[in-house]
């Protein structure tokens, strides 16, 4: 039973963590907006989510290194940096940064957006299958 709620919001718990990590890589390109050199980056929802699905959340953790035997052992869910894409800039600058205010908060707003409506149809989601479970 629980296999089957899991299969049920596994598309939808993938695509919510995809775009929570994609938050961050955006909001991370808006505060160095002003940073000399500061490539922003980004990374193929589609695809990530498409592998994410496929291959599930296990995959895509890794160990965190420790450097000493008194640190605590751990595991980051988060997206590793080698995964991240470049983007590329319609103007260039001239201190190096690539970070185009316009078009990052255009995406911040869209990602969050997205964001939203994903929850919204995580909850009718769940609400769906609570009436099945309650009848």
Known sequence: MIDKLDAALAFNREALNLRAQRQEVLAANIAHADTPNYKARDFDFASRLTQAVEQGRQSQSFALATTSSRHLAGESKSMPDQDLLYRVPSQSSIDGNTVEMDAERINFAD???????NLTVINAKIKSLLSAVQQ
């Open 111 to 117: 990602n969050a957006l997205r964001y939203e409506s």
